[in-house]
C-alpha cells in the first residue's frame, strides 16, 4: 500500500511539472524541434521529458527563458509558432544550417534582449518588425543570405549594443538615422553590397569600438568627425570606392590615426597598432 501511495505521489509530481510549461510555449519548442529535423541535432530532446530537461532551454518561473542550440545540426526553417515564446530574453541558434525567411512573429518576443541567427543560411529581407523589439541590445545576423536594405526600423532599438549584419547581400545605405542607436557599441556591415557615402551621423555614437564596413562599395570620404570617437578602437573600411584607400586600423585611438590620413590623401603606408 505504501508502495502503491509512493508511485502515484511520484506520477502527481510528475504531472504537475509538466503542467507548469504552458502547452502553448511547449508546443512553440516542438515545432521547432520539428522543423530543424531535431531527431537528427548533435543533441536532441527526449520530448517525452520534462522541458526542464532539454538541452539548451532555461526555464524561470514556469516560463522559457532562454533558447541556446548553437552548433546542433539544426536544419530547416525557423516555424512562426517562435513567436509564442513571448518571456524569451535570449535565442541563439548560431553555426547551423538553417534556411527559408525569418518569420515576422519575432516582433512579438518583447522581453528578448539577444537574438543571435548567425552563421546560417538564412535569406530573404531582415523583417522591418524587428524594430518592435524595444529591449534588444544585441542583434547577429552576419553570415546568412540576407537581401535588401537595413530597415529604418531599427534605427528604434535605442538599446541596442551590437548590430552585427556582415557577410550577407544587403544593399543600399546606412540610414542617416543611425544616430539614434546612442548606446552601440560594435558595427558591422563588411561584406555586403552596400553603397553611398559614409554618413557623418556615425560620429554621434560616442560609444562604439568597433565599426565594420569594408567590402563594400561605399563612396566619398571618410567623416573627420570620427575623430570625435575616442572610444573606437577597430575601424575597417577598406575594399570600398571611397576617395582614399584606407588601411585598418586597430589600436588605442584609431581616430587619431584616421586623421593622420586625411591629413595626407596619398598615404598608403600600412599601420598595425596593436592593444596594450
Request: with cysteine; glycine share 6%.
Amino acid at each position: 500500500m505504501k508502495t502503491l501511495k509512493l508511485i502515484i505521489a511520484c506520477l502527481f509530481v510528475s504531472a504537475y511539472s509538466f503542467a507548469n510549461i504552458s502547452s502553448t510555449e511547449k508546443d512553440a519548442l516542438l515545432a521547432l524541434y520539428n522543423s530543424t529535423n531535431g531527431d537528427k541535432w548533435n543533441v536532441t530532446w527526449d520530448i517525452t521529458t520534462d522541458v526542464n530537461t532539454w538541452h539548451g532551454i532555461q526555464v524561470e518561473n514556469n516560463e522559457i527563458v532562454e533558447i541556446n542550440l548553437q552548433f546542433n545540426n539544426l536544419q530547416g526553417t525557423l516555424p512562426t509558432e517562435i513567436g509564442n515564446l513571448t518571456s524569451l530574453r535570449k535565442m541563439n541558434l548560431g553555426f547551423n544550417k538553417l534556411t527559408g525567411q525569418l518569420p515576422t512573429t519575432l516582433q512579438n518576443l518583447k522581453e528578448l534582449k539577444s537574438l543571435e541567427l548567425f552563421m546560417n543560411g538564412f535569406e530573404g529581407n531582415i523583417p522591418s518588425e524587428l524594430g518592435s523589439l524595444k529591449n534588444l541590445e544585441s542583434l547577429k545576423l552576419y553570415s546568412n543570405r540576407l537581401s535588401g536594405t537595413i530597415p529604418e526600423s531599427l534605427m528604434e532599438l535605442t538599446n541596442l549594443k551590437e548590430l552585427l549584419l556582415g557577410s550577407n547581400f544587403l544593399t543600399g545605405t546606412i540610414p542617416n538615422q543611425i544616430y539614434a542607436l546612442s548606446k552601440l557599441e560594435k558595427l558591422s556591415l563588411m561584406d555586403n553590397k552596400m553603397e553611398g557615402e559614409i554618413p557623418v551621423e556615425l560620429a554621434q555614437l560616442e560609444n562604439l569600438q568597433e565599426l565594420l564596413l569594408s567590402t563594400n562599395q561605399f563612396t566619398g570620404d571618410l567623416p573627420s568627425e570620427f575623430m570625435s570617437l575616442t572610444n573606437l578602437n577597430t575601424i575597417m573600411v577598406s575594399d570600398n570606392n571611397l576617395n582614399t584607400d584606407f588601411t585598418t586600423f586597430s589600436g588605442n585611438n584609431p581616430p587619431d590615426l584616421i586623421f593622420l590620413e586625411l591629413q595626407n590623401q596619398n598615404a598608403t603606408a600600412t599601420m598595425d597598432i596593436e592593444k596594450e
